[in-house]
């Protein structure tokens, strides 16, 4: 597979992994349960960011890109955004503990691991051999409607306020 773009179909059997946020589980140092998260199917019926980050609780994706997403939520909404998926190449349980502390405690926004980084090599969207890359895709209903790789450094095409124009 290659890059995505605005026209084509969001690839079949994408599966991420994650902890889906519970009472049980809403302390930062509560592990929870992993989970798969079944993205191709969840994305088919629903219009979603799905937004890549190098790693969770790394300087411009905590500072920049996660906070763009999180302030930005009502008018996301508005666009009629019924979900945001933040992946990257750490564990599910990291990627929970993150959504915590960024203070995300419902299933709007998800934190989700991208194992292996399968998803991101499979399009050709890493940062390292080890790394997701820095990107955003928009799927309505199955569909790209915005797929942005970053360039080095920066939050220019994958945060918020680059997204909200587009959807």
Known sequence: MSALKAGDSFPEDVVFTWV??????SDITACGVPTKFPASSQFKN??????????????TCQV??????????????????????VIASNDAWVMSAWGKANKINDEFII??????????????????P?????????????????????????????GADEILPKL
């Open 130 to 158: 080890t790394r997701t890359g820095r990107y955003a895709i928009v799927i309505d209903h199955g569909k790209v409607t915005y797929a942005e790789l970053e360039p080095a450094g920066g939050v220019t095409v994958s």
């Open 64 to 85: 920049n890109h996660i906070p763009s997403f999180t302030s930005k939520i009502s008018e996301l909404k508005s666009k009629g955004v019924d979900q945001v998926v």
């Open 111 to 128: 934190f989700a691991s991208d194992d292996e980084c399968k998803f991101s090599k499979s399009i050709g969207w890493l940062a390292s």
């Open 20 to 25: 889906r946020p519970s009472p049980e589980n």
């Open 46 to 59: 629903k219009k979603v960011i799905l937004v890549s980050v190098p790693g969770a609780f790394t300087p």
